[in-house]
C-alpha cells in the first residue's frame, strides 16, 4: 500500500511543529523549498497501522499570499496531492484564526481542525463548543493540549477515519465566501460560529 499524504498547516505558533514531532518522532527531512529560501520539513508516521508521508508546512495567516511563507504553503497546497490536512489553530485566537479555515475549505482541501492549547484558553476562562463547532463547520474537529500530548490520540483516529473512508460531515463552509484575508470578507460565515470560541453551554473536553 502506497504511503498517505498529510498536511499541517497554521499559523505561526500555533503547535505545528509540536504536532509534527509527535507524529513522526526525531527524524525528519529539511530543505529549502525550490527557489526560496524558505524551509518545509518533510517526515515519516505510522498512524494506527496507515504509512504517512507528513510535511510541516511555513507558517501562514491566508491563501491569499503576502509572504513568502505563505507563497510557498500555497504552492505546496496546488503541487501535491494530499489525502489529509490537518489545520492547527490556537483556542485562545479562535475566532480571528476561523477565516483561514474557511478559505482552506473553500479550497476544497481534506481538512481536520485541531483546536490547541485548550489547557491554556481554560487558565483564561475559555469554554470552546468542540463538538457545536464541528457541526457547523461540517468536517472532523479535535481538542487538544499538545504541548502535554494531551488530545493526541483522538486526533490520531479521526485522521485514520478520514483517510479510511468512514463517511464524515460535509462542509457547509463550501458556500461561503473566504476572499478575506484575516477574515474581513469572511465575517458572514464568522458570525455564524461566532458562539463557539467562548460559549458557556458547552465545555471543551481533551480526549487520548
Known amino acids: 500500500m502506497s504511503r498517505k499524504r498529510l498536511a499541517i498547516v497554521g499559523m505561526p505558533n500555533v503547535g505545528k511543529s ?6 513522526t518522532g ?3 527531512t529539511v530543505s529549502n523549498y525550490p527557489g526560496t529560501t524558505v524551509e518545509v520539513t518533510w517526515g515519516h508516521a505510522n ?3 496507515i504509512e504517512f508521508d507528513v510535511v510541516d508546512t511555513p507558517g501562514a495567516y491566508s ?3 503576502l509572504t513568502e511563507e505563505e507563497r510557498v504553503t500555497l504552492s505546496l497546497f496546488l503541487s501535491e496531492d494530499f489525502d489529509v490536512v490537518i489545520h492547527v489553530v490556537d483556542a485562545r485566537c479562535l475566532k480571528r484564526m476561523l477565516a483561514f479555515t474557511l478559505q482552506l475549505l473553500e479550497a476544497g482541501l481534506p481538512l481536520i481542525l485541531d483546536v490547541n492549547i485548550l489547557d491554556e484558553a481554560a487558565r483564561i476562562g475559555m469554554s470552546i463548543d468542540i463538538p457545536g463547532l464541528e457541526r457547523e463547520l461540517g468536517i472532523p474537529v479535535v481538542g487538544t493540549a499538545l504541548a502535554r500530548g494531551r488530545g493526541l490520540n483522538a486526533l490520531k483516529d479521526r485522521v485514520v477515519q478520514y483517510v ?3 463517511p464524515v460531515l460535509q462542509p457547509k463552509s463550501r458556500q461561503r465566501s473566504t ?3 484575516g477574515g474581513e ?3 458572514s460565515a464568522q458570525r455564524e ?7 458557556n453551554s458547552s465545555s471543551s473536553t481533551i480526549r487520548g
Open 18 to 23: 509540536v504536532l509534527f514531532n509527535a507524529l
Open 26 to 28: 526525531t527524524y525528519a
Open 47 to 49: 498512524i494506527h497501522g
Open 63 to 65: 491563501l491569499l499570499p
Open 164 to 166: 479510511s473512508g468512514i
Open 179 to 181: 476572499r478575506g484575508r
Open 185 to 187: 470578507n469572511s465575517s
Open 193 to 199: 460560529i461566532s458562539a463557539f470560541p467562548q460559549s
